[in-house]
């Protein structure tokens, strides 16, 4: 295996690396292992295919003469660092992109460019394909560039591109699929196709000094955006369908921001003030949100920016609804301990942030707060923090392990849902109610549930890989498909591991400490264990051949008649802790629901028995 390849002898060509042609290609990755190569004696001759398939190749090294060369001779995807002779007559290296010296035409632009990435001085013309599928961050053009040709700069990394005032044409699908956040057409430019933005959906502010109407190529866009065309801003993030400002609001640019003010009457036909600050269009990396503007006390609103860290102002009271929604620049936010309040959604969608830090102040979170903040790895909130809302964390998949704050009561619906938790969560001690499909599609394993808990709602730990449960030994309200156990007249997705593992299993009985979560059992006489303390809410799932039911009065759970149809005689044994309808309670419908062939109940002393009427017929 070849890793440094200094000297090639003469010649390389299909006598030489390439007799081996269809293997490399067969096991590249594994055979081809190729990091550097230097060509060194003059008149080497490099066959078009000599080097194909070396992927891991980094750097390379044109020596004085080369007659022969063909850009997919040398192609790794992460060739980065590229050198030329100076003795060489015909070529040289700047930024490590290779040039003719008479013409100054491209001659290899190495895929595995990073960072940022200046085109020489003197370069007219950005050829087809030219960085198509680089990785580079930021290309600088010169002046001396006059047409960007088609898919450029297709595919590639850049999020960033420095158009020069000499530009004239623009090509097809030249900017499609990029990464690129906002892009600055010169008042030079005079053509620019409809599709040459295609597919850039982080792209988020438009700047036109040129004369063309640059509405055709900016309307298709998903995503909010800011379109200044001669100094005026005529489209806002908040939009209409056509994608060109929201009625009703005055958009202003001010310096490097660009604020609303809100101007129609309401019903009453009295204006109602509202200021909001919509973006920021200068390069600073770091900002900090201004609160006042030509006088006007604004608010973020959905908020754009190029700049990863954004610093919210100190005396900030709430991080109000939508601040940050869809900014997908913003990596780090500084949030002031003045702030006791953030506010739904305020940070969805913002796909770069990497970290949230919640003040210890804080004591509301909004629901959707970082909802599909799909890098985000690492979040601290206030000792203090009661609830977790609604699909706060849902599908932030980088987040892999939570430090819960054991203050919490209440995890609600869809909070962690889709998210990348794996390994072992343990809930905090005070925890009482865990909301539906709450940890729903994670990766975790292990769960740790204390003494607090009340309730844990439908499908909350519905998760395929959830092999160790530890609950605690009090009676708790188990929803249908809590924890993903097993289910025969179910899809495969419901069947959980925990479920699949028979040394969990006590004969037809899932038991999880003193929970039954399934029975699978055909009898028609069912006695559960006498220190049961909860029957999960679809226990007894299509158990149609049950007609007698024994159980302690102490275990918690529902009966539904769904489940147990056939069900004639129900024995409750010992003095109960809750009232006896409550196993017939449906709290969605907020009515006693009784199995239709249920003819007598047997109790232990001590029994509430409340709302005879139910049980009349």
């Known amino acids: 295996v070849f890793r440094d390849l200094f000297v090639v002898p003469i010649r390389v060509g299909v006598d030489g690396l390439q007799n081996r042609r269809e293997q490399f290609r067969r096991d590249k990755g594994k055979f081809c292992q190729l990091f550097r190569l230097k060509l060194i004696p003059k008149g080497a001759y490099l066959h078009p295919w000599a080097f194909d398939g070396c992927e891991e190749l980094e750097t390379v090294h044109f020596p004085a003469s080369l007659p022969y060369y063909e850009p997919r001779c040398i192609s790794g995807g992460k060739i980065r660092n590229v050198t030329v002779s100076e003795e060489n007559p015909t070529w040289f290296a700047y930024d490590n992109i290779v040039y003719e010296r008479n013409t100054l035409k491209f001659v290899f632009v190495p895929k595995g460019l990073v960072g940022t990435v200046t085109v020489f001085d003197g370069v007219s013309v950005i050829p087809a394909e030219t960085f198509a599928h680089t990785s580079a961050s930021t290309i600088v053009l010169p002046q001396s560039v006059i047409t960007i040709g088609s898919r450029a700069f297709e595919g590639s990394g850049i999020r960033s591109v420095v158009i020069p005032d000499s530009v004239i044409s623009i090509g097809s699908r030249s900017f499609a699929d990029t990464k690129l956040t906002k892009f600055r057409i010169p008042g030079s430019v005079t053509y620019i196709d409809e599709t040459a933005f295609e597919g850039c959906e982080n792209l988020n502010y438009v700047e036109n000094e040129s004369d063309l109407d640059v509405r055709p190529f900016t309307s298709p866009f ?94 900030m009271k709430k991080v109000p609804e939508f601040a940050f929604y869809g900014n997908p620049c913003i990596k780090h936010t500084l949030l002031p301990d003045s702030l006791v309040e953030i506010g739904d959604s305020a940070f969805m969608e913002c796909i770069s942030l990497e970290e949230l830090h919640v003040p210890d102040n804080v004591v509301d979170l909004g629901s959707n707060v970082c909802e599909d903040c799909i890098s985000l790895k690492n979040v601290t909130l206030p000792d203090d923090l009661i609830v977790i809302p609604n699909s706060a964390f849902r599908g932030c998949l980088s987040l892999k392990e939570f430090n819960f704050p054991q203050s919490v009561e209440r995890i609600e619906e869809l909070s962690f849902m889709a998210s ?44 395929e890989m959830l092999s160790e449960i530890e609950l605690p030994d009090v009676g708790i309200n188990i929803g249908k498909n809590a924890f993903g156990y097993y289910r025969d007249e179910s899809p495969e997705w419901y069947i959980g591991a925990y479920g699949k593992n028979e040394d969990n299993w006590d004969g037809d009985y899932l038991y999880c400490g003193r929970h039954l979560l399934r029975y699978r059992g055909n009898d028609v006489y069912v006695k559960l264990r006498e220190d049961v303390l909860s029957v999960a809410e679809d226990a007894f799932s299509g158990c149609s051949k049950v007609r007698y039911l024994e159980l302690s009065g102490n275990a918690y759970g529902v009966i539904r008649p769904e489940n147990l149809p056939n069900l004639r005689t129900l024995i409750i044994n010992e003095a109960p802790t809750h009232k006896i309808y409550e196993y017939f309670y449906d709290k969605l419908s907020g009515i006693v629901d009784v199995p239709d062939a249920l003819e007598t109940i047997i109790i232990g002393e001590c029994c509430y028995v409340e709302h005879t009427d139910e049980f009349k017929d």
């Not at 489209?235 to 640019?253: I, M, N, P, Q, V």
């Not at 994670?442 to 009340?454: F, L, P, Q, T, W």
């Open 222 to 315: 998903p995503k909010a955006m800011i379109v200044v065309d001669k100094g005026e801003v005529i489209s806002g993030s908040s939009y209409t369908a056509d994608g060109f400002g929201e009625e009703g609001w005055d958009y202003r640019l001010s310096g490097d921001y660009i604020y609303g003010v809100y101007n129609l009457p309401d019903e009453n036909g009295e204006i109602e003030n509202k200021y909001r600050l919509f973006a920021y269009i200068g390069e600073e990396n770091t900002i900090t949100l201004p609160t006042e503007i030509d006088g006007y006390n604004v608010v973020p609103y959905k908020f754009l920016a190029v700049s990863e860290t954004v610093v919210v102002a100190d005396g």
């Open 420 to 463: 990348g938790l794996s390994g072992t969560l343990e809930m905090p001690g005070y925890l009482e109610f865990v909301g539906n499909y709450a940890f729903f599609g994670s990766s975790i394993e292990k769960v740790i549930i204390h003494d607090g808990i009340k309730e844990i709602d439908e499908g909350a730990f519905q998760i």
